[in-house]
């Protein structure tokens, strides 16, 4: 089943690791940035963030990805040693080459300038390194000569060619070629080197180390040429050269960036970031044409400025793990989304910008999202909170309301400033930020909606739909409908007009039941193969849309077959669908994407 291509896509964050290097790279052709992101890579369009394109054929995390000098295709490598060359010129993303170079991760690649040839490294058993031929995979020599993990690799980007590695042996590599062959291999550094780069015009290349250390070398013979002296005062992560090769930025582990004259071997600058909290060490940088972008831990993309070196002058943001849950606010273009390491960001549908909820948050994943009256977001997870945040400053207020059990969804009361909540043996009702009624039950409920009318209707792992009536802040138990669902209900919505409900289970099936003194089923639909993660009704009630744990997004205009699919709408899973409009519906899924589709 081919996918789907989507109308907007709100793309997810770089994912790093504390103290190692993330892998970020630029495509000049296309003017993206080029970074994996869980198991997907991502070609983020710096002129339209909306415009990004996402590849999620890998299986396992992707731990770096290049687009060639051509522009036609891109390489990308992830934690189980899986390398895959792939098409960036068509819908298809067409498949050129997949090999497994070795049995462990692949850290870095590099192209050649003629986009013919390509230098892999990571970790294997029997090499740590390979050069090949990208129409054959025919190797091209032999890039030897390290004993422990290459971290770091580049590719003279001019004639005559030659290849450079870094490694955890503490060492790095130069190599003469093709076919390549060991040249020499040089000790200065007394720990990790973590990255090795070639200046554009190829006559130098730097390496950086743990051991706060940056050397220079000529890029044609490999003879060490000087040494900048650093004043990091942590691990030096990345570095890149200026596109005039005049300089130098580094990013270290001590939550700065720094800008270093080359000739000079002096500093020019040193970028510092919002707090020094972990969040904000720095992880990986490059140049994007003249425009000098770092990355944090937390997955912001900085783009630094001379003339605001304590601050970025833009950063750009997304989540990093799976988005869980999502709140669309028609009325002011805004999208609400939070994710399963407890971050909220709020994005702007019309440009793509996004922000992320300051302050202390949750501990956990977040289990459900609310916009209630007042201009108000709700939120609930895991860690047995309910949390109030003001979107208009994008912060978290203090404090928070202890929920009765571990929250499993939450829902807004229409036209109230209050909301309900269910978690494993309760349903809470919050009304002006305050917890003013809880309901035990006798099930465990998976997901609740509330109509217009305030009728409640709460799925649970009974297999059975329980029907409730909202009287003020209490309530009152009503039918229990039974029978028609064969597995644990996720997912219930209710129509605008608060006439139809609507309920989704974890075996695919759908139905939808006609509201009034005794609920009737009224139709059952089929289309999605596992778990019904959502559903929702369009502005003027003549659609309906649902998203599932299959990667789909259904449309249904309430035959037996969908009016529309969105086919792999998000590898691993759709947690969240809503109607922009009666022509667009939006999904957010585990790729940590948020996508819009065009109803046809």
Known sequence: MAASTPELCFISAPVGERAKTTQISYDAKGDRLCYGSANVVVLRSLADPRKSLVYTQHSAPVKVAKVAPSGFYCASGDEKGN???????????????????????????????????????????????????????????????????????????????????????????????PPFKFKHSFKEHTSFVN????????????????????????????????????????????????????????????????????????????????????????????????????????????????????????VLRGHTKSISRMVLDTANQTIYTASGDGSIMKWDCTTGQSQRFRGKGHTSIITGLAMVEGHTVLSCAMDNTVRMMNPDEVAISEGSVEAKGAPQAMVSIPGQNGAVVVSTDSIMVLKQGKLVSTTKTDFAPLCVAVSTQGQVAVGGKDKAIHLYKLDGDNLTAGQVLKGDHQSAVYAVGFNNAGTLLASGDSTRKIATYTVGDEYKLDKEFSFHSTIVRSIVFSPDDSLMASGSMDGHVAVWDFGMTPKCTFNQAHRGGVNAVAFGDADTVWSAGVDGCVRAWKIK
Not at 123 to 141: D, P, Q, S, Y
Not at 270 to 282: A, G, H, N, P, S
Request: glycine residues 8%.
């Open 195 to 314: 990255c090795v780069r070639y200046s554009p015009n190829g006559e130098m290349y730097a390496t950086v180390g743990s051991d706060k250390k940056i050397f220079l070398f000529d890029g044609k013979t490999g003879e060490k040429t000087g040494a900048i002296e650093c004043d990091h005062k942590g691990s030096i992560l990345a570095c890149s050269f200026s596109p005039d090769n005049t300089k130098l930025l580094t990013a270290s582990a001590d939550k700065s960036c720094k800008l270093y004259d080359v000739a000079e071997k002096t500093l020019l600058q040193t970028f510092t970031f919002e707090t020094k909290d972990l969040e904000f060490m720095q992880i990986g940088c490059v140049f994007a044409g003249e425009r000098m972008i770092s990355l944090s831990l937390n997955g912001d993309i900085n783009f630094l400025s001379l003339d605001t070196p304590e601050k970025p002058q833009q």
């Open 83 to 177: 390398l895959r060359i792939w098409a960036t010129n068509n819908e298809d993303l067409t498949l050129k080459l997949e090999l497994q170079p070795f049995s462990g991760p692949v850290m870095d690649l590099a192209w050649s300038p003629d986009s013919e040839r390509m230098v892999v490294v990571g970790e294997g058993n029997e090499r740590h390194a390979m050069a090949f031929l990208i129409n054959t995979g025919t190797t091209v020599g032999e890039v030897s000569g390290h004993s422990k993990k290459i971290l770091s690799c580049d590719f003279k980007p001019t004639r005559p060619f030659r290849v450079v590695t870094a490694s955890e042996d503490f060492q790095h590599n130069f190599y003469e070629g």
